[in-house]
């Protein structure tokens, strides 16, 4: 009878030994994650095992969540909600993400003369592309002339002491056009700080590559041809450590008397 009792306890200790042991030889495959966040779809893969990924998605998840919260043109708790409601030079206190963002937004007006400029959220919602209700129609000069007062990047300034911004006229902020790629690096630089080297992160069709598959493949990725009522792939591209981002007129857009008119808007006019 002793005897049986350590044999079946011998057994359990090897059986234990045997899950405990598989566990740390787990395959580094390449593993998907996916979600919703930021007012779109995220696709992310790398090369790690399962067991890994999975605890990573809580991280991602997280800073997805933080961006959103504090840069959303939707949420009325948001960084740029409190903004659009402050009064002219009235500092308002923001996070340190949000402030890197707009000042990062700031530099990218100045460079490009304002024709890439954050404060073009009112013609935005104008054109029926923010919060406001969608339109189906282009809206009048006279609309349009009435804003373009408010627009301007020279109107934003930045103290990065105080971690405040405040305005010198009754403009708003729209990030949309930065920070899903201000979320892409984040995601990028939380998977380096947790030993992932080999991945592929992608938020609202905005991408950044490191490394390659376990094959040694480059991570690839197909751009979409322009054409409304089909999809076709117009190039595969291959990503040796860069990122890249991709717009068009084709899917986010309305049509009025035989125009399109995409989100893509031009600041000055």
Same mark, same amino acid.
């Given at each position: 009878m002793r005897k049986h009792v350590l044999f079946t306890v011998l057994k359990a200790y090897l059986l234990v030994g045997f899950l405990t042991g598989c566990s740390f030889t787990e395959k580094a495959e390449v593993q998907s994650l996916y979600g919703y966040s930021m007012g779109t779809s995220y696709h992310i893969k790398l090369?790690?095992?399962?067991?890994?990924?999975?605890?990573?998605?809580? @991280?991602?998840? $997280? =800073?997805?969540?933080?961006?959103?919260?504090? /840069?959303?043109? &939707?949420? *009325?708790?948001?960084?740029?909600?409190?903004?659009k409601g402050s009064a002219t030079n009235e500092p308002v206190?923001?996070?340190?993400?949000?402030?890197?963002?707009?000042?990062?937004?700031?530099?990218?007006?100045?460079?490009?003369? $304002? !024709?890439?400029? #954050?404060? %073009?959220?009112?013609?935005?919602?104008?054109? @029926?592309? @923010? #919060?406001?209700?969608?339109?189906?129609?282009?809206p009048s000069l006279s609309q349009i002339q009435q804003l373009l007062p408010f627009i301007g990047y020279r109107q934003v300034i930045v103290d990065t002491s105080k971690k405040t911004i405040s305005k010198s006229a009754q403009t708003e902020l729209d990030l949309s056009a930065i920070a899903k790629g201000y979320a892409v690096d984040l995601v990028a630089e939380y998977l380096i700080s947790k030993d992932i080297s080999n991945f592929l992160v992608e %938020? $609202? @069709?905005? /991408?950044r590559s490191s490394g390659?598959?376990? *094959?040694?493949?480059?991570?690839?990725?197909?751009?979409?041809?322009? &054409?409304?009522?089909?999809?076709?792939? !117009?190039? =595969?591209?291959?990503?040796?450590g860069m990122a890249i981002a991709t717009s068009g007129d084709y899917r986010n857009y309305f049509e009025s008397e035989g125009i399109r008119y995409s989100h893509t808007i031009n600041p000055k006019t």
């Open positions: 090369v790690t095992p399962l067991s890994k990924a999975q605890r990573l998605q809580l @991280g991602i998840e $997280g =800073i997805l969540a933080d961006v959103n919260a504090r /840069m959303s043109t &939707y949420l *009325t708790s948001s960084d740029l909600s409190k903004f206190t923001v996070s340190e993400r949000t402030i890197s963002v707009v000042q990062r937004a700031l530099e990218i007006s100045a460079i490009t003369q $304002g !024709y890439f400029d #954050p404060t %073009i959220a009112p013609l935005v919602d104008l054109w @029926g592309f @923010g #919060p406001s209700a969608k339109v189906s129609e282009q %938020i $609202g @069709g905005e /991408m390659v598959k376990p *094959t040694g493949e480059l991570w690839r990725i197909a751009i979409e041809a322009p &054409y409304i009522n089909e999809q076709r792939v !117009y190039e =595969i591209l291959e990503l040796d």
